[in-house]
Nanobody
Framework: QVQLVESGGGLVQAGSSLRLSCAAS????????MSWFRQAPGKEREFVAY????????YYDDSVKGRFTISRDNAKNTVDLQMNSLKPEDTAVYYC???????????????WGQGTQVTVSS
């Protein structure tokens, strides 16, 4: 099993940057596929970004492509989400997620963090 704790959220103005971090417990972190999801008020949770166990493969939702960057450090058991050029529509609770499977990287995650709030004002 793995436990996930997100940090780094906050209130920023449009056009600003934030860096979210997810700290994972466990000695097998490097074997997990990791992703970030978000959930805005009144909306369903949606996929944001994915990174493979090695960090060699990434994938982004079109809404954040070119603005967000996902990365991981397997030595430190962390996965980060660098968010640039933030927009008001990026406002949401952001969740870190993990799973063992490499199939369907945008869904079916088994482990979730508690979430961190990101609010972007216009």
């Amino acid at each position: 099993q793995v436990q996930l704790v997100e940090s780094g959220g906050g209130l920023v103005q449009a056009g600003s940057s934030l860096r979210l971090s997810c700290a994972a417990s466990g000695r097998t972190f490097s074997s997990y596929t990791m992703s970030w999801f978000r959930q805005a008020p009144g909306k369903e949770r949606e996929f944001v970004a994915y990174i493979s166990w090695s960090g060699g493969s990434t994938y982004y939702d079109d809404s954040v492509k070119g603005r967000f960057t996902i990365s991981r450090d397997n030595a430190k058991n962390t996965v980060d989400l660098q968010m640039n050029s933030l927009k008001p529509e990026d406002t949401a609770v952001y969740y870190c997620a993990a799973k063992r499977s490499v199939i369907q990287p945008t869904m079916n995650y088994n482990y979730w963090g508690q979430g961190t709030q990101v609010t972007v004002s216009s």
